[in-house]
């Protein structure tokens, strides 16, 4: 089955940077979109970027200009270089792909999350 593995979280001082890590496996024919979102207690999950296959990327405004979204499309990975990080960045970051499974199924994929905290 397809599994979304995420790493790189944990804490960090404000203004520091953190590098999510998120490779999927299991039964993948084809990854459409890759990206991350994130969560913070008491709130929706929101968007933070995303990359196409080709290449394309979206960013939150919130995070344009600090976070690289980045793509490594022969391991099935995407990475998310956070840098300039500010208290309000804090949130569980989950890893999401659009895919085709071998069996011909196209759905959303979700990782576990990874916790990040940015505090002094």
């Known amino acids: 089955q397809v599994q979304l593995v995420e790493s790189g979280g944990g804490l960090v001082q404000p203004g520091g940077s953190l590098r999510l890590s998120c490779a999927a496996s299991g039964g993948i024919f084809r990854i459409n979109t890759m990206g991350w979102y994130r969560q913070a207690p008491g709130k929706q999950r929101e968007l933070v970027a995303t990359?196409?296959?080709?290449?394309?990327?979206n960013y939150a405004d919130s995070v344009m200009d600090r976070f690289t979204i980045s793509r490594d499309n022969a391991k099935n990975t995407v990475y998310l270089q956070m840098n300039s990080l500010k208290p309000e960045d804090a949130a569980v970051y989950y890893c999401?792909?659009?895919?085709?499974?071998?069996?011909?199924?196209?759905?959303?994929?979700w990782g576990q999350g990874t916790q990040v905290t940015v505090s002094s």
């Open positions: 999401y792909a659009d895919l085709v499974t071998t069996w011909g199924r196209r759905s959303d994929y």
């Open positions: 990359t196409t296959t080709g290449g394309n990327t």
